[in-house]
């Protein structure tokens, strides 16, 4: 038994560290260590991603650079060891290991690199650090309250009376006593953990019948076969559904009566759908006992929940809302193309559609053209509020291609659709603009996975999404967004006009010494009059 391996610690980090130019052109980074240090690894991390204290700011993004190591037990002694690291452009931290063994030691790590700034840290264990080591095995009582939790093996339980089909067997034996098929149905409720058991108890009816018999809070496979509609709604199951499931009206009596049931029980979800999806009707336009809603209304508005509620889930394809939402697209297929229900298709179904495809089906739009105004309309809007924007962009562009043609040339939808999604910017080669080039081509690329830290005030941002609405908004005297203004603006003092008609509120006057008003000889020598300061500033 041994000792649990103690993790590395950040012995030393710098962002941007201290550079000391040499005379080779190159920059040298020194970092001194109090006491002799085990190392690890050294991270440099590239300039925009994370670090401990910000982003990182090394530039340029590649180079080469030698690590110098001062390295005891060592001989001769002092001796300094190198090794060559190779950094490239990542989006990122770069660690390259050192791992130095147990015994060899260090207080002193160079760094000699072409590099202008680097954000580097270094890893390792202090003088200090507990080293690993064996000690006998000593057996120790432990109480059941502490003890590690460890995942019990029922496979066992597969040989008792003959296995997962003799089990199943015993469950529909009339013949067997009921603790034998309780028990039965316990240690399949254990095997169920390893192998679903499901399947093969819904091939054996008579042990479907008599699950159903038992109530729901009896195990964890009656709860499931109860309410489960992938179970519940089995073809071994249906018939044999007890008349107080909820389940019962949709799967017992004719057709349309099945149908009329679904509609009113949307409430139930999946299973109300199913039946719809098996079923045909032209009550597509009719009243629900209690809705004052149409029936597709009240399917769409449905599907629009469905199409919500997957921003809240991840991409699995077993998420009851993605097969709720699949289930309502169906349906929708067969909706009739009339007056009274295109309009209302066409305003809500490309935004169920284009959910789909986000989520990797390969739905297509199978609406008349001439609601190609509308469809494009809504799917502008849809691929502005579904989350994963990119991927969102690109499947309405598809899903829009056979309607662009009925729009006019100068439809606004349709100059939006056919335009690149993002400008060119062209950026200078600076921190500044550095920073902005990675935001913007995070903006490009919005899908992608990084560890880039991005930073940008209000103006930057727009200048990035919208360069011609930046520069109209710079011509404002005091634009918004904290935008510089392009409008020249001159001191008052620089300019006549700006004197003219003034209205002073309070005037300081003094007494100027002159020859009346300023006329050869004057008509009253040494004589004094009032004069404002502000227009004496003017006249200098």
């Excluded at 009550?283 to 449905?302: F, I, Q, T």
């Excluded at 990797?360 to 849809?382: V, W, Y």
């Excluded at 349709?414 to 950026?427: D, H, K």
Aim: charged share 20%; with cysteine.
């Amino acid at each position: 038994m041994s000792n649990p391996r103690p993790s590395p610690q950040l012995l030393y980090h710098a962002s941007p560290a201290p550079l000391y130019p040499t005379n080779d052109g190159s920059s040298l980074l020194a970092v001194r260590f109090a006491s002799p240090v085990r190392l690890s690894s050294v991270r440099i991390t590239p300039e925009g991603v994370d670090s401990p204290t910000g982003p990182g700011e090394t530039y340029p993004a590649e180079w080469d650079g030698t690590l110098l190591l001062n390295t005891a037990p060592s001989d001769p002694v002092n001796a300094l060891m190198t090794t060559t690291i190779h950094v490239r452009g990542a989006d990122h931290p770069l660690d390259f290991p050192i791992d130095m063994p147990e015994g060899v030691s260090t207080r002193f790590v160079g760094l000699v690199s072409p590099a202008q700034t680097v954000t580097i840290s270094i890893y390792g264990f202090p003088s200090d650090a507990p080293v690993p080591t064996l000690i006998p095995a000593v057996p120790a009582e432990q109480s059941s309250a502490v003890a590690p939790p460890r995942k019990e093996d029922w496979s066992w339980v597969s040989d008792w009376a003959g296995g997962i089909a003799g089990l199943i067997i015993l469950l529909g034996d009339d013949t067997a006593r009921t603790e034998l098929r309780l028990r039965a149905l316990q240690c399949l409720d254990l095997l169920d953990r390893i192998s679903p058991a499901m399947p093969h108890i819904l091939v054996v009816p008579s042990a479907v019948s008599w699950i159903l018999n038992l109530p729901p809070t009896t195990s964890p496979l009656v709860k499931r076969l109860h309410e489960d509609p992938d179970f519940a709604l089995h073809p071994t199951v249906r018939p044999r559904l007890p008349s107080s499931h909820p389940f019962y009206p949709l799967v017992h009596g004719l057709e349309p009566d099945r149908r009329r049931e679904a509609w009113k029980r949307l409430d139930l979800g999946r299973p109300a759908l199913v039946v719809l999806a098996e079923t045909a009707g032209d009550d597509w336009l009719d009243l629900s006992p209690g809705s004052d809603l149409s029936n597709l209304a009240s399917l769409l508005a449905m599907g629009q929940a469905y199409a919500e509620a997957t921003a809240d889930t991840d991409d699995s394809d077993d998420s009851e809302s993605i097969r709720c939402l699949e289930l309502v697209l169906d349906i929708l297929e067969r909706a009739p193309l009339v007056p009274k229900t295109t309009p209302q298709l066409a305003r809500r179904l490309p935004r169920l559609a284009l959910t789909s495809r986000v989520r990797g089906s390969q739905r297509t739009l199978n609406l008349p053209p001439d609601q190609a105004g509308t469809i494009s309309r809504a799917l502008l809007i849809a691929a502005s509020s579904i989350p994963d924007g990119a991927r969102a962009w690109s499947e309405a562009v598809i899903l829009v291609q056979p309607y662009l043609p009925h729009l006019s040339p100068d439809d606004p939808v349709r100059t939006r659709f056919t335009s690149s999604t993002f400008v060119s910017v062209t950026l200078p080669d600076t921190p500044d603009g550095r920073r902005l080039a990675r935001l913007s081509a995070a903006m490009s690329e919005p899908a992608s996975s990084s560890s880039v830290v991005h930073q940008a005030t209000p103006a930057e941002l727009v200048s990035l999404l919208a360069p011609s609405y930046y520069k109209i908004l710079a011509t404002a005297p005091v634009p918004p967004l904290g935008i510089p203004s392009t409008v020249p603006r001159a001191t008052p003092e620089s300019q006549a006009s700006a004197w003219a008609g003034k209205v002073y509120s309070e005037h300081e006057f003094r007494t100027r010494e002159g020859v009346g008003l300023g006329l050869p000889g004057g008509v009253a020598p040494r004589a004094s009059r009032p004069a404002s300061r502000h227009v004496d500033e003017y006249a200098r």
